[in-house]
């Protein structure tokens, strides 16, 4: 999936391989997720951020620019979500 949408959208697509419940609870894939927006705003600040997801990684794409609410979000980026 994430091939196709950079190939598509002519874009550098990053992965983020959140980890997995049951052996991880929440907020754990969410810190990840957080982590990984946080990470990408810094390292190519002067182009837009795109976040969007498959199943529950959608949920978590849609969630991590708004968590946590004690931390400043890097920046607003376009929130899309594609579920199947």
Known sequence: MCRSLANVAGSTVICVGHRLAPEHRFPAPLDDCWD???????????????????????????????????EAAPRSPCRCSCTR
């Open 36 to 70: 990984a927006l946080n990470w990408a705003a810094q390292e190519h600040p002067s182009v837009p951020l795109m976040v969007g997801g498959d199943s529950s990684g959608g949920n978590l794409a849609q969630s991590a620019p708004c968590a946590p609410a004690t």
